[in-house]
């Protein structure tokens, strides 16, 4: 089964891969981009749109890293107080059978 995953990912990651070069040889016209304040040199259209695509990458990662970090000290705590939960819940049975006669 784990073989089959593997296959299926390494068919989908080959995919993926000629699509991009297809891409790529399908846009080659040079572009100049106009950002408002400051125009770029001309490059090819798949270099604009494969940088934009990074840049979307990057900044959606640097967005969730304060949801990331906060549920990870949620995490945190939830795992520290089930720890002293349990502490509690073994010291508890331990005093109840001693209790016991």
């Known amino acids: 089964?784990?073989?089959l995953k593997g296959l299926l990912l390494a068919i989908i990651l080959l995919v993926v891969l000629l699509l991009g070069i297809l891409f790529a040889v399908n846009n080659q016209q040079a572009l100049p981009l106009n950002l408002i304040w400051v125009e770029l040199p001309p490059a090819s259209l798949s270099l604009w749109l494969l940088i934009a695509l990074a840049l979307g990458v990057i900044l959606g990662m640097l967005a969730m890293t304060g949801v990331y970090l906060r549920?990870?000290?949620?995490?945190?705590?939830?795992?520290?107080?089930?720890?002293?939960?349990?502490?509690?819940?073994d010291r508890l049975r331990i005093q109840e059978f001693k209790d016991t006669p």
């Open 1 to 3: 089964m784990r073989w």
């Open 71 to 89: 549920l990870r000290t949620l995490l945190t705590r939830a795992q520290r107080h089930n720890q002293q939960q349990r502490k509690e819940l």
